[in-house]
C-alpha cells in the first residue's frame, strides 16, 4: 500500500513522468496496471489534453478507467499499481458538479485512501497552482484551501513525493516508508 504524490506546474511533465513511472512498477512487479482518468471532455481544450493524454499512454499497458467523481465507487486488484491523474481535476469535478451539496474534502480524502488501501501502489499526481498571487473570488479561493488540504494529507503519508519541473523530478521523500 505504498503511495507516490508527483506535481507540478502546468506542461510541466509532471504526467509523462507519472505514467512512465507507474508503468515501471506494474512491470518490475507483474501488477495490473490501472490509469484513473478524471478529466471531463467539457471544452475544445480539454478534449485536447484527453487526447494527448491518451496518446502519450497508449504504448503502456493502462487498463485506463474514465472517472470524473466519486473514485472510492472503483474496483482494482490488490496488487494493482494505480495511477490517479489528477487530483485537480477530480476535485473540482467534486466541488463543481450539479450536486455540490455532496461534496466534502473530507469524504474525497477518504475515498482516495479507501483506493490506496484496495491497491499495491497509488501515484496521485496533480497540479501546483498555488504561486500566481491573484485573489480569486470565494468559491476558487476555496478550491485552492481544499486543493492545499488534499496536497498536505496525502503527503504527510506519502512514501514517495516528487515535484516535476521542466520534465525534471525532484524528489522531495525517495523511498521511504512511513
Known amino acids: 500500500m505504498m503511495l507516490t504524490f508527483i ?14 513511472y507507474a508503468a515501471s ?11 484513473l482518468a478524471t478529466m471531463c471532455a467539457n471544452d475544445t481544450e480539454s478534449k485536447q489534453r484527453i487526447e494527448r493524454h491518451r496518446r502519450m499512454r497508449a504504448d503502456k ?7 470524473s467523481k466519486e473514485i472510492g465507487s472503483i474496483a482494482v486488484e490488490s496488487d494493482s499499481v494505480v495511477l490517479l491523474e489528477c487530483l ?3 476535485l473540482a469535478n467534486e466541488m463543481f458538479s450539479s450536486n455540490t451539496a455532496a461534496y466534502s474534502v473530507s469524504s474525497l480524502l477518504q475515498e ?6 484496495h491497491c499495491q501502489h497509488l501515484i496521485v499526481v496533480s497540479n501546483e497552482i498555488f504561486s500566481d498571487g491573484i485573489c480569486y473570488d470565494l468559491s476558487t479561493a476555496q478550491y485552492l484551501s481544499d486543493l492545499g488540504y488534499l496536497h498536505r494529507e496525502l503527503c504527510r503519508t506519502a512514501n514517495e513525493i516528487y515535484e516535476v519541473v521542466c520534465g525534471i523530478p525532484i524528489p522531495y521523500r525517495k523511498g521511504e516508508v512511513i
Do not use: M
Not at 506535481?7 to 512512465?20: C, I, M
Not at 499497458?61 to 472517472?67: D, G, K, N, R, S
Open 88 to 90: 485537480s481535476n477530480l
Open 25 to 35: 512498477l506494474a512491470h518490475n512487479c507483474n501488477a495490473p496496471l490501472f490509469y
Open 112 to 117: 482516495i485512501r479507501y483506493l490506496q488501501t
Open 61 to 67: 499497458p493502462f487498463q485506463t478507467l474514465e472517472v
Open 7 to 20: 506535481f507540478g506546474g502546468s506542461a510541466s511533465g509532471k504526467s509523462e513522468y507519472a505514467e512512465q
